[in-house]
Nanobody, 124 residues
């Protein structure tokens, strides 16, 4: 399994970005733990959003609830992270990850595959 993120960039506070995470065709049609996490300079990794593919269950960090949405519409489509009302503190490298085996919990420290990341910079 290979994941490829894109869509990062620079945006002013209050703006929006959409980050696609491309996975192998058909991967998201079955039940997998997938999600986005981020790491800001000098800080630890932080779960942003997770999705259980094949069912659509989602969960979000409190810091992004109501502003970010993780989704996948079709097995051929990427997993998207729609980020609205961006804040300066959202500035970070964003990574897409997944756990390819059976799971009972879904969070970034369970992922065994992740992409190279995409940089998001929000100016205040």
């Amino acid at each position: 399994v290979q994941l490829v993120e894109s869509g990062g960039g620079s945006v002013q506070a209050g703006g929006s970005l959409r980050l696609p995470c491309a996975a192998p065709t058909g991967y998201t049609s079955s039940r997998h733990c997938m999600g986005w996490y981020r790491q800001a300079p000098g800080k630890g990794r932080e779960d942003v959003a997770v999705i259980i593919t094949g069912g659509g269950t989602t969960d979000y960090a409190d810091s992004v609830k109501g502003r970010f949405t993780i989704s996948v519409d079709d097995a051929k489509d990427p997993v998207y992270l729609q980020m609205n009302s961006l804040k300066h503190e959202d500035t970070a490298m964003y990574y897409c990850g997944t756990y390819t085996g059976p799971f009972t919990r879904c969070r970034y420290d369970y992922y065994n595959v992740w992409g190279r990341g995409t940089q998001v910079a929000v100016s205040s």
